[in-house]
């Protein structure tokens, strides 16, 4: 992981003592759980959500071979996940179809899988940034966004606005993941001091399994809208990150644990 957590932490243990709960496992969890290591933290990985086949597959099958045979000006990817299940299909883009990705993380996957990103939100990486940035001399044509099931509409009515035939196809269903009981027990004694909530799927699942948290346990959204689903779900917000990374995220923890503790100091 690179970027505001890397160098200059190599020595910060800032986050000594504290258990922070990782939602998310694989190679994201364990990049995380490396990171927070370094800030002198004790990751606590758990997954709270994975993802599953849709139960109906043919229309994704449908969509995917329409892409392939180059129906689509445009091909929206939301998250690694979605790339995930493009690989698993071994799903070929033609020339003719640009991609776009939601954020930086995201079009990175896709460079990782061997698809070319044509373009990415700057500022905002969400729909609502994509959206936004949209270049105005490349609005036309057919666009096949495959998401989660559980997706917001947000996106498909932003270019369902802009002007665009827009084609949302379920890829995957996000299921909730019941955590342990010792994950359960030290989120609710306070062993647990913070909790990294990284969507809107996390947070519900945080509410629903883990609420209440104790006062003293610190919840740390990535991004604005991730914090505003976590209100949404009930439960408190004390960090937002900046940017919709991993690497932001730890780095307003960080920032927050400092904090804290010079508030604390005599």
Known sequence: MTGSGSASASADKTLAGWRVLVPRGGKWGDGVAAALRVHGATPVIAPLINFASAEDPAPLARALEELAQGQFDWLVVTSATTVDVLKSQSVRVPETTRIAAVGETTAAALGLAGYAVDFAPSADNSARGLVKEWPSAAIHGRVLIPQSDI???TLKAGLLQLGFAVEYVTAYRTVGVEVAEKVRTDAATGRIRAVLVTSGSVARQVAEQLAPLPERTVVACIGPR??????????PVHVIAE????DSLIAALVEYAAETEEEGAP
Do not use: H, K
């Open 151 to 153: 997706a917001e509409p």
């Open 226 to 235: 991730t914090a505003f689903d976590a209100r949404a779900a009930g439960l």
């Open 243 to 246: 940017e919709r990374s991993a």
